[in-house]
């Protein structure tokens, strides 16, 4: 088998998932390409991980481990990464499903040794059975999915999409891991863009590294029926706003907001243009997605302004970039042979702030 071996980490946090996570475990086993390991890495659930550590114990290939460091995704990956074995690092929703090539596409991709790393395409899978008339394409990533806007095929790009991605180990012996203090946090309001900012940051501790996303690594990634409403809709765009100024003073806004510049300016107005086309020709839908997406847009710049003035004006604790092999503790230290993580930028909004 040419390519890089590569282990795969899924990040869990609830039981309510259980035939979900079940789910991702065996399509990550039933791959054409065989994964070196696959890692489950628990959120602060002692119930979760004790029951998924029963599931597992006498299966080859699949780890159950606790989360080392602060609650939420970026340390559970991080946690996920440091424990691996393999050349590549690939990450999968607990709540998605992977098509039987998934993994040989990703081995594909780092042929050139210059990529570092390799992202999928995500389609929804809606609970109702199909997707809301309002619900427009250009806003798939509130639920975590591809959006329509992307280029189709194997093409060059700013960042990956964390759900379906994965990294060279090199990485982030050059970067750093996940920054903590940005993204997902149990329950909490629905943060993201941790995998934007450390892309951000992988090309700049790397000006040669090449990201590529190649649709034709695709996962399945189940939409509960609560996010099939227009008022999570809402709360995930303004979350997003957020997380965007998070990214934008770690890294800068020029960089931080390159790919949304282009989205905001050609992207959404063709969907808004669709949308009112198809109103007009009594296409079921049309107005509702032309607005959603003026809505959302509008939501998301709000989130982004609120971010701004928050991170200009706290004095709360900076977010963290530790080194792999470090993770976050609870108290916020880290810790390698006395040495404590670097900081990634002056992010000066605290977890309460950024969830709040």
Not at 141 to 148: A, E, L, S
Not at 176 to 204: H, K, N, V, Y
Request: aromatic share 6%.
């Amino acid at each position: 088998m040419s390519g890089p071996d590569i282990s795969v980490v899924i990040c869990v946090y609830t039981e309510d998932r259980w035939e979900d996570i079940l789910a991702a475990v065996a399509s990550v086993r039933a791959q054409s390409r065989p994964a070196r390991e696959t890692l489950l890495v628990v959120d602060h659930n002692a119930a979760l991980l004790d029951r998924l550590t029963k599931e597992y114990q006498e299966t080859g290939g699949v780890r159950v481990l606790a989360n080392a460091g602060p609650r939420g995704l970026s340390a559970g990956r991080n946690t996920g990464i440091a424990a691996s074995h393999g050349e590549v690092v690939a990450f999968l929703d607990d709540d998605a499903v992977a098509e039987r090539d998934w993994l040989r596409r990703f081995a594909e991709g780092y042929a050139d040794p210059r990529v570092l790393a390799v992202g999928g395409r995500t389609v929804p899978v809606w609970a109702s059975g199909r997707r809301p008339a309002w619900f427009p394409e250009e806003f798939d990533w509130v639920v975590g999915c591809t959006y329509r806007g992307l280029p189709p095929g194997r093409v060059r790009v700013r960042n990956v999409l964390g759900g379906n991605a994965s990294f060279r180990r090199t990485a982030f012996d050059a970067a750093g891991g996940f920054a903590t203090g940005i993204g997902r946090d149990g329950d909490r309001r629905p943060l993201g863009c941790e995998e934007t900012e450390l892309c951000i940051r992988l090309s700049r501790a790397r000006p040669d590294a090449i990201l590529i996303v190649d649709d034709r690594a695709v996962i399945h990634h189940r939409v509960p029926e609560a996010r099939e409403h227009f008022g999570y809709f809402r709360t995930r765009a303004y979350a997003e706003g957020l997380s965007k100024a998070l990214v934008a003073r770690s890294v800068g806004a020029g960089k931080g907001l390159e790919s949304e510049r282009r989205y905001a300016t050609r992207v959404l107005p063709a969907g808004v243009a669709r949308g009112l086309r198809d109103a007009l020709l009594a296409r079921p839908g049309g107005a509702g997605r032309a607005g959603a997406i003026v809505v959302g847009v509008l939501t998301a710049a709000g989130g982004y302004v609120v971010g701004r003035l928050r991170t200009r004006g706290s004095g709360a604790a900076v977010f963290s970039v530790p080194r792999i092999g470090t993770p976050v503790r609870e108290n916020g230290s880290v810790q390698e042979n006395g040495t404590a993580a670097r900081q990634s930028g002056s992010v000066q909004e605290s977890a309460e702030e950024a969830h709040g």
